[in-house]
């Protein structure tokens, strides 16, 4: 279901939510720490698991739940303009570009005091932030389309059924009232 004209979006893990987004990393340094990135994508859900997915020049990677370097991939995320898709599902998160970079479990950050402008980043239920959000790394990069979807749970057969046999039963009525 796209999100235009909900705001904020109910982020349910339980349905998929996905972001798509194109990114190309001109240049990044994270200085002398192996666990900062000067760009990051976090999406946090309804209940607050997400992930916080960082990207350097040769490698993507998630930030575990104490902001060290967790599961990562190298890739080169300079050559061109690359088109993302991060999906959440359940307890788990994929993440693709022009072939699979990417997958591990959820992570609750909110038990962590980080705050940007004094709003606490990740204690922000249906939150996705999208920049850099360290004082000690830095990144300059170009930013294409962003797109967030949820899905929409389609109702099973017999429930589908019941609701067009009500609403028929509903017109019937009316008809026959009129």
């Known amino acids: 279901m796209p999100l235009a004209g909900l705001f904020p979006p109910s982020l349910d ?31 946090l859900t309804s209940d607050l698991q997400g992930v916080e997915l960082s990207f350097w ?19 080169n995320t300079t050559n061109a303009l690359t088109s993302y898709s991060l999906q959440i599902l359940g ?5 693709v570009a022009d072939r699979f970079l990417l997958s591990g479990l959820l992570r609750d950050y909110s038990g962590n005091n980080v705050s940007i402008l004094g ?16 004082q000690s790394a830095q990144g300059n990069v170009i930013l294409g389309g962003v797109t967030l979807t949820t899905a929409v749970v389609p109702l099973p057969p017999s429930i589908a059924l019941a609701l067009v046999a009500f609403a028929a039963t509903l017109s019937v009525r009316r008809n026959r009232a009129a």
């Open 57 to 75: 020049e040769d490698e993507v990677w998630a930030q575990n739940s104490s902001f060290t370097h967790g599961e990562g991939t190298l890739f």
């Open 91 to 95: 307890s788990g998160y994929s993440l």
């Open 13 to 43: 893990r339980a349905n998929a939510v996905k972001l798509d987004f194109d990114l190309q990393v001109l240049s990044e340094d994270s200085g002398a720490s192996s666990d900062r990135s000067g760009f990051s994508i976090i999406v």
């Open 119 to 134: 709003v606490p980043i990740y204690g922000i239920a249906n939150h996705t932030f999208i920049g850099d959000d360290t």
